[in-house]
């Protein structure tokens, strides 16, 4: 098999990022074709051939059967923005496949094969879901500045203007910025170049409706900063503050660590369940509120804690999960490497009235070493889940449970294995639908000891 070949399958099934997948030819070769869904009948045209091992990809040309579950994306740049790569598939679906992609992973798996895995949770809203939109500053092939994104294995940016994932708000902002933006002639950052001033520009709406709308640039000068988010906050009042990020690093990162407040406020509050959070610009917050509010009661559920027990939220963020639990908990620590999450949650306790609850900022593991004991903890890491020493740490605190809730499958099961070897057996797994049309899926995993 050779790049330009064209080649006619039967499509097995989705792939780890949502591409239909098919065995061709013999040795079999398995060729991942991005927008084929399994089941169908389709022709493609090779792109590339693995040298390492026997895998290919290709591009989808003709569809000669369709799938039933097949349906119309609903977004213009469906296909060329990464983002949502399952929207041709129908949403029941989408949730079957992720859920039965969940159980092929644990049956797998030696340690855990027998765990319970619970009826994926759907999102409420499957349009409009978005909370949060980051965007890239480019210029398009005519020249004009566009908000959007990086295609798939590219730096090529592809609009967003009309995107439908995100909440109304977003939409709304994003275009009168990108108005604001070109009245007062920002150029966007050429990363080849080394020209230009907007990187990107990361827009968080809340559940009334008001955005906080954060413009990151390559240098600390932005005359045109002011100017910008006047006529933007004067176009739309519900714009609670624009704050100017300042990365001028050669890397990927997103955000730098120097920022100033251009108009407005630096902060956005929001809500998920009963309580109310303080979001700086640059801190990580769930993208589906809905999603992460069932997710936060299902852990509260799980644990139960009374008015006699200490709970450890590892990975604390803004405090969401930590502060939903101090509701029943005696006490609760939340522990965030992030200074400006962890002044967030202290914020929000009191926002919330919440006194029995305390934020440490910092390394996860050292902090949970120097804690004596807990009656639950809480592991919430980012994609590539927990270091073995954080794992440790948690059981050595001996709780009577863990709630670990998880971005990603593989990773989870990785350090569920762990916890296995240090004592902890899982009792059922929950997968929740956070980001539908994406391959993404949040699973909550509960554990207790082995002995029980």
Not at 364 to 375: E, K, M, Q, R
Request: hydrophobic content about 45%.
């Amino acid at each position: 098999m050779k790049p330009g070949r064209e080649i006619r399958t039967i499509v097995d099934d989705l792939d780890d990022d949502g591409a239909g997948v098919a065995a061709v030819g013999t040795p079999t070769i398995l060729v991942h074709i991005p927008g084929a869904l399994p089941g169908e009948d389709v022709s493609a045209s090779v792109n590339q051939v693995s040298a390492h091992r026997p895998t290919a990809w290709a591009s989808l040309r003709t569809i000669h059967r369709a799938s039933p579950d097949r349906v119309a994306p609903t977004c213009h740049a469906y296909g060329s923005c990464g983002g949502c790569l399952l929207q041709h598939l129908d949403v029941r679906a989408q949730l079957a496949w992720k859920e039965a992609y969940l159980r092929r992973l644990v049956a797998a798996d030696p340690i855990l094969a027998d765990v319970p895995i619970m009826t994926a949770v759907a999102s409420p809203l499957t349009v409009a879901y978005r909370n949060n939109s980051k965007l890239v500053a480019a210029r398009d092939r005519m020249g004009h500045l566009v908000l959007g994104a990086y295609a798939p294995r590219s730096h090529n940016v592809v609009d967003l203007a009309g995107c439908t994932v995100v909440e109304a708000p977003l939409a709304t902002v994003a275009t009168a910025l990108l108005e604001a933006l070109s009245a007062h002639a920002v150029e966007p950052y050429d990363e080849i170049r080394l020209t230009g001033t907007l990187r990107y520009a990361i827009l968080r709406a809340n559940a009334r409706g008001q955005v906080l709308v954060t413009l990151v640039t390559a240098t600390d000068v932005f005359a045109s900063g002011p100017p910008v988010a006047e006529m933007l906050r004067a176009r739309i009042p519900g714009v609670i503050g624009i704050v100017q990020n300042i990365n001028p690093t050669r890397g990927n990162a997103i955000f730098g660590t120097a920022e100033r407040t251009l108009a407005g406020d630096a902060t956005i509050n929001d809500q998920i369940g009963d309580v109310r959070l303080r979001i700086s610009s640059r801190a990580f917050f769930q993208a589906n509120r809905q999603v992460a509010g069932a997710a936060y009661d299902a852990i509260t559920t799980a644990i139960a804690p009374t008015s006699a027990e200490t709970v450890v939220d590892a990975y604390a963020g803004v405090g969401g999960i930590a502060l939903t639990l101090a509701r029943t908990a005696g006490a609760v620590i939340g522990i965030e490497e992030h200074p400006a999450a962890v002044a967030d949650a202290s914020w929000s306790a009191k926002l919330n009235g919440i006194t029995n609850t305390h934020f440490r900022a910092g390394d996860v593991a050292a902090h949970l070493a120097a804690i004596d004991t807990a009656d639950a903890v809480v592991l919430n890491p980012p994609r590539k889940g927990c270091a073995p020493t954080v794992l440790a740490r948690a059981v050595a605190l001996h709780p009577r449970m863990i709630a670990y809730l998880s971005c990603a499958p593989t990773t989870l099961l990785r350090d569920l294995g762990i916890l296995a070897t240090l004592g902890y057996r899982t009792t059922g797994i929950a997968p929740f639908d956070m980001l539908p049309h994406t391959s993404h899926l949040e699973s909550l995993a509960v554990l207790i000891p082995s002995g029980q």
